[in-house]
């Protein structure tokens, strides 16, 4: 077969054409930008351009794969929607390849990366074995991608952008998080809801769903799904009907079907106590992480133990797995300078980062990095944002990355800015970073956000490894 891919830089995209490729079909593709993910997708044999311009479409292409994030005016799938040529989007491509399979679907607003990781790597230590498409790179695998032709689980990363995960139909489903997000889709946090709601009832009869506790009328909490009007979700959440009971998880406390306790750190190993139905596990560790992962390590491990993995290989997969890049990725660490890259860009996520990093940081002063992502996201949690980066003790702002989107007037950093009560706060361009920085003298530096932040990171490695 001969695929085109219209938004193939993309981190979902890039592992579907990967796959194909590796499957041994003609892949070529058009992004907006160059970028170091595309350079390895040419590396690999991939044809890439980077022109809008459908005189570079190649000829005979049997099927489009195409994102949602490219806009509809492009010209090339303006071209290809007349052309006649059968065109599906990601998610439907995704629903289509995990059909007849076991599906371990990981969804939530955050997290849902750095566990589908750990699933697939634990399956992968196993005899069980998987395939996976991933949302971000595995540092175990050193790609998005990772195929087992003999396995029939395939783990995937189910996003709730454009309502893309209810094209599956999982075998096991995970829910790790249902925080208000991509409100320019879902217009409220109600119907964001829902889409969980029907997602989690999408599980295949004598399927398994693992949700975190508190989500989705789970636990008798529910303050920890991130909405501010608990009364009425709470009402809300009594109309709805799961059609499959659910395992619950969690590491803060201990009334879930998986818990870890006794949580602590030794020199940036994180170790746990972890109870499950099939009894307890001590002294779980995982190694250079941070405390979120903890979370992240329990819903795997219900995954895992419920597929029929033992203790031996949850116990070594879970120490052995090395993260995901851009996950709290450590890029410079010695006595006197700590470098952390992070995805995180909703304002929960650089909660739980920034509470990592004074939980293994002590005392040290710590400098953020933030480019917020998205125009709609930044007018919807300004507030928010600014709450999350005031634990900082000198916080950066970059302009705002507009991906999709087109600017909203009165909508910039400035926005999250002015709402930050503390002195000690810069808005700044690129240009002006590498500047700024050394004068605030950070002990641990941290960059935050989903855009194209993590084209700066290795100017900042080469700053603060050459003074």
């Known amino acids: 077969m001969n695929y085109y891919f219209l938004g193939i830089g993309g981190i979902g995209m890039s592992a579907l054409a990967r796959y194909f490729k590796q499957r041994g079909d003609v892949v070529n593709g058009y992004d907006l930008t160059e970028s170091e993910l595309t350079r390895?997708?040419?590396?690999?044999?991939?044809?890439?351009?980077?022109?809008?311009?459908?005189?570079?479409?190649?000829?005979?292409?049997?099927?489009?794969?195409?994102?949602p994030a490219v806009p509809k005016e492009n010209n090339e799938f303006q071209h290809l929607a007349q052309s006649g040529i059968p065109m599906l989007k990601r998610s439907q491509m995704l629903g289509e390849l995990t059909k007849g399979k076991k599906c371990i679907a990981v969804a939530g607003t955050h997290g849902k990366t750095t566990t589908s990781s750990m699933i697939a790597y634990l399956l992968s230590k196993?005899?069980?074995?998987?395939?996976?498409?991933?949302?971000?790179?595995?540092?175990?695998?050193?790609?998005?991608?990772?195929?087992?032709?003999?396995?029939?689980?395939?783990?995937?990363?189910?996003?709730?952008?454009?309502?893309?995960?209810?094209?599956?139909?999982?075998y096991c489903a995970v829910i790790t998080a249902t925080d208000p997000d991509h409100l320019d889709i879902?217009?409220?946090?109600?119907?964001?809801?829902?889409?969980?709601?029907?997602?989690?009832?999408?599980?295949?009869?004598?399927?398994?769903?693992?949700?975190?506790?508190?989500?989705?009328?789970?636990?008798?909490?529910?303050?920890?799904?991130?909405?501010?009007?608990?009364?009425?979700?709470?009402?809300?959440?009594?109309?709805?009907?799961l059609n499959i009971k659910p395992f619950t998880y969690?590491?803060?406390?201990?009334?879930?079907?998986?818990?870890?306790?006794?949580?602590?750190?030794y020199n940036g190993d994180i170790f746990f106590d972890l109870r499950t139905p099939q009894g307890v596990f001590y002294d779980m560790q995982l190694t250079n992480s941070c405390l979120y992962n903890v979370e992240n390590a329990v819903a795997a491990s219900a995954v895992?133990?419920?597929?029929?993995?033992?203790?031996?290989?949850?116990?070594?997969?879970?120490?052995?797995?090395?993260?995901?890049?851009?996950?709290f990725d450590y890029r410079v660490k010695?006595?006197?300078?700590?470098?952390?890259?992070?995805?995180?860009?909703?304002p929960k996520e650089i909660s739980a980062t920034l509470e990592s990093i004074r939980y293994l940081f002590p005392g040290k002063r710590v400098v953020g990095i933030f480019q917020p992502h998205l125009y709609s996201r930044t007018a919807d949690f300004a507030p928010e944002f600014a709450e999350a980066l005031s634990t900082l003790d000198e916080i950066i702002l970059l302009p705002i990355y507009p991906a999709r989107e087109k600017p909203i007037p009165g909508v910039s950093s400035h926005t999250i800015l002015h709402k930050i009560d503390k002195m000690s706060k810069y808005l700044c361009s690129k240009e002006q970073l590498m500047e700024l920085v050394p004068a605030l003298y950070p002990e641990?530096?941290?960059?935050?956000?989903?855009?194209?932040?993590?084209?700066?990171?290795p100017q900042l490695e080469k700053l603060l490894t050459d003074n």
């Open 126 to 170: 196993s005899d069980l074995g998987c395939s996976a498409f991933l949302g971000g790179i595995s540092k175990n695998f050193n790609s998005n991608i990772h195929v087992d032709n003999k396995s029939e689980y395939v783990v995937v990363e189910a996003d709730e952008y454009d309502r893309s995960f209810l094209q599956l139909h999982p």
């Open 334 to 346: 010695t006595k006197d300078i700590v470098f952390i890259d992070d995805y995180a860009h909703h």
């Open 250 to 265: 969690t590491a803060r406390g201990i009334d879930a079907d998986y818990y870890a306790i006794n949580v602590r750190n």
């Open 40 to 67: 390895q997708l040419v590396a690999e044999g991939i044809g890439v351009h980077y022109d809008d311009n459908p005189n570079l479409i190649p000829q005979g292409i049997d099927m489009v794969i195409y994102t």
């Open 444 to 457: 641990v530096l941290v960059t935050l956000g989903a855009g194209d932040i993590d084209r700066l990171v």
């Open 186 to 241: 879902y217009g409220t946090h109600e119907n964001l809801i829902d889409a969980f709601y029907q997602f989690a009832n999408q599980t295949v009869e004598n399927g398994k769903l693992i949700v975190k506790n508190g989500l989705l009328g789970t636990g008798e909490h529910h303050h920890e799904d991130g909405c501010c009007h608990h009364e009425e979700h709470e009402h809300h959440h009594e109309e709805k009907e």
């Open 304 to 327: 895992a133990l419920s597929c029929g993995l033992n203790e031996q290989q949850l116990r070594f997969g879970l120490k052995t797995f090395s993260g995901v890049r851009r996950r």
